[in-house]
């Protein structure tokens, strides 16, 4: 019999879809502003339109080369394949010049192309959803406006059944919610104004917020951190494990416009090209509302006590930091003024997560302006020897991050730096909360594999989960469930290929009986 695409294949073809979104980490710096990448296109001159564009960042996933500004090509490297930013100049032939205005405004505000197919969630309409009347259609007009270009963009390279689009309306139906902007009318001016360019255009938390099994934003952890293609986008909320908060305004905005600030540090990772597509192009009161608004955030994170396990590695670490990073970063963590970031202090070592140095250890990156270039180590040390020098920056010099980066991590990393997939079971398999096997599962991996072969089996288990947690939604029973049965596959010697095949179809028919079940909710 063949498998239609069920719903675990889409929480995979959607991770290889959003894993690519594009923006990253922040790490921190006083010094030059952003370097031009090489393979980016001259700015056009200011208009509303433009202005629209670049607040919303459209030239970064829709310009492969630099010649051909928006006219797509530009490859989003997945763990499942690589997805091409689609060309929107208005050429007929390999462009939207055969949309209308309507067209473009359902691919902005619902998320379905012009032939009614659905877009991955890369695309971030459920930003765009909020965007003002005035802005979309300035923004329909600046882009229709454009230069036509003729360039055929290579077909994505997600295989069957990744390639399937039609799964997505499901999940749309459990995580979009289509809608205006709506202002708050407690808070002022510049705190609506930044809501709006955060929430709306600037779409930040595609990359800050966390995932949930189905690669829908945790709404709960609102730009409160997330992994984007092996770096760390971090905690922008005005908590107080967010170096936001510790900034003041005009610092933030110093950031935002440059990627340079406090503590002798500048911006790595997929967070330079944010700010030199978009954000530098933004003006003096729109930035200092962006700050407004995300300093305002409230956050419920903490941060994470040290990890007693991984201390003894810090020493390890030490003598690894000694050998090869002293002689540019210092013995005390400071760098070189202007030259050199220091690692002290540092909002992207200092992170929830290891994973942007580790990231800048296996990668380097290169000089920009006045700051030198660092070469990378992915050929010298070892994964341990990684995971052990991280540890040792994350907790030296009063910088008071928990040392969690380990080997396995490390390893995982180095395949994503290397353009190779990432692991499929770690990727899929979130840590569970301490109570998603109780009291419904009752720790019982058996019921899941029964389950798993039973439909009958799989609707006592969806009742039983329903019956023990009222409260969730039908997406957070069949992510609960698939989260569980995802545990029970990684521990068993199966490919990863059987594995996603095999968790495609328990969460189908986990959603299957939810479906049937739905009048009775």
């Known amino acids: ?15 290889a879809s959003l894993l690519g979104v594009r923006a990253g980490a922040i790490s921190t710096a006083e010094g030059t502003p952003v370097a031009r990448s090489a393979h980016r296109a001259q700015a056009p001159s200011s208009s509303t339109g433009e202005y629209v564009a670049r607040a919303s960042d459209c030239m970064s996933c829709h310009t492969g080369a630099a010649d051909k500004p ?11 394949g690589i997805i091409y930013g689609p060309n929107i100049t208005p050429d007929a032939d390999t462009g939207i010049g055969n949309w209308t205005q309507a067209d473009f405004e359902r691919a902005l505000r619902k998320g379905v192309r012009k032939d009614g197919a659905y877009l991955y969630p890369a695309m971030p309409y459920m930003n765009y959803t909020k965007m003002s009347a005035a802005d979309m259609d300035a923004l329909w007009k600046y882009i229709h406006g454009l230069k036509p270009i ?43 104004r930044g809501a709006y360019l955060v929430e709306a255009l600037g779409h930040c938390d595609a990359c800050h917020t966390p995932r949930n099994m189905a690669l ?14 092996g770096w760390y986008a971090p905690n922008i909320n005005g908590g107080d494990y967010s170096h936001v908060a510790r900034w003041d305004t005009n610092q933030f905005v110093t950031y935002l416009k ?19 597509d978009s954000l530098q192009y933004l003006s003096p009161g729109d930035l200092r509302a962006i700050a407004v608004y995300l300093k305002d955030q409230p956050s419920e994170q903490n941060p994470q006590a040290p990890t007693k396990a991984y201390l003894p590695r810090v020493e390890q670490g030490k003598l690894v930091y000694e050998n090869n990073c ?35 250890v296996l990668e380097g990156f290169p000089a920009n302006g006045s700051w030198g270039a660092m070469a990378s180590f992915a050929n010298n040390l070892s994964d341990d020897q990684i995971s052990d020098v991280a540890n040792y920056v994350r907790t030296a010099w009063n910088n008071n991050a928990s040392p969690n980066a380990t080997p396995a991590s490390v390893g995982d ?11 499929a079971k770690s990727m899929l398999c979130p840590d569970l909360e301490k109570d998603v096997l109780e009291p419904a599962l009752k720790d019982d991996p058996a019921s899941l594999e029964q389950a798993a072969r039973e439909p009958s089996h799989m609707s006592a288990l969806v009742s039983a989960y329903k019956s023990a947690r009222p409260r969730s939604s039908k997406a957070e029973v069949i992510e609960g ?5 995802c545990r029970v596959l990684a521990s068993q010697p199966i490919s990863e290929a059987r594995m996603n095949a095999q968790l495609a179809d328990f969460a189908q028919s986990a959603a299957t009986r939810l479906v049937g079940n739905a009048k009775g909710d």
């Open 1 to 15: 019999m063949q498998k239609q695409p069920g719903f675990w294949i889409l929480l995979v073809t959607l991770s």
């Open 70 to 80: 928006f006219a797509g090509g530009y490859p989003v490297k997945s763990p499942l």
């Open 150 to 192: 003729r360039n055929e963009v290579p077909k994505n390279t997600l295989p069957f059944p990744f390639s399937v689009r039609s799964g997505l309306a499901l999940w749309q139906d459990l995580y979009f919610k289509p809608g205006p902007f709506v202002p708050v009318a407690a808070k002022g001016e510049d705190w609506n």
């Open 216 to 229: 829908a934003p945790k709404t709960k952890e609102h730009l409160e951190g997330g992994e984007i293609q």
């Open 258 to 276: 440059t990627g340079n600030a406090p503590d002798n540090a500048k911006v790595i990772g997929p967070m330079e090209e944010v700010i030199h």
């Open 326 to 360: 002293s002689s540019c970063h210092q013995s005390n963590g400071q760098g070189i003024k202007g030259t050199v970031p220091a690692l002290a202090g540092n909002g992207a070592v200092t992170a929830l997560q290891p994973y942007d140095v580790i990231m800048a």
């Open 413 to 423: 990393w180095r395949k994503n730096a290397t353009a190779a997939p990432v692991n």
């Open 481 to 485: 469930l698939s989260t569980a049965y």
